[in-house]
């Protein structure tokens, strides 16, 4: 085994292990979508792979870019993703194009993994931004969709809904039916 298949063994290690953890550990545990999950894991093999086999024939950085355009635009017809699972997916194919044609050494590429998967925990907590769940609802009371109305409309849907309402945005109004589909974001109710 020459140095550069066991460079490449070692940096395949690193890559599946940083893009395992990822979606694991921080994904995973936040999402339970078990389909991304592991598309997100084979996705991650399949971009280290390639890239890595084009960098071994003097391909540019460059040109390593524009593959990752093309497989960041590819888009899965059976349903659209939303921009969660897109910044996943981006993470993951950053990640293995770091592995695959970066200049780093191991142990920096290692440690760069790393804080990306550190960084990206830190996000899914509530140390950065509150946690808020979010819901859709069809609103009946019309006239309380009016930025003049917004507090009695926070209030009511407090009230209605049992919640700490945060943020409301009106995604449709059917004036044929007076009501308005709205999605709100709202604080945790914790369980006891």
């Known amino acids: 085994m020459d140095s550069l298949s066991f460079d490449f063994l070692i940096r395949l290690l690193i890559n599946m292990a940083g893009v395992f953890i990822l979606v694991r550990f921080v994904y995973f545990r936040t999402t339970q979508k078990r389909a991304y999950a592991s598309s997100y894991i084979l996705f ?9 086999q084009l960098a071994s024939v003097e391909i540019s950085i460059g040109f390593a870019f524009g593959l ?39 142990l920096e590429l290692g440690l760069l993994l790393g804080l990306i998967c ?14 808020l769940q979010e819901c859709t609802v069809e609103y009946e009371r019309i006239e309380n969709i009016v930025p003049a109305r917004r507090e009695e409309l926070l ?6 809904l049992g ?30």
């Open 163 to 192: 919640v700490d309402v945060r943020t409301i945005e009106t995604e449709s109004v059917d004036f044929l039916r007076d009501t308005a589909t709205l999605k709100i974001q709202f604080a945790p109710v914790r369980s006891r």
């Open 155 to 160: 209030a009511d849907l407090r009230e209605r």
């Open 118 to 131: 550190l960084l990206a925990h830190v996000t899914e907590t509530s140390l950065l931004l509150p946690k």
């Open 68 to 106: 990752f355009a093309i497989f960041s635009m590819l888009r899965y017809r059976t349903e659209s993703i939303n921009v969660k699972e897109m910044t996943y997916l981006f993470l993951v194919i950053a990640m293995s194009l770091l592995s695959g044609v970066s200049a780093t050494d191991q």
């Open 44 to 52: 991650g093999l399949s971009v280290f792979l390639i890239t890595s």
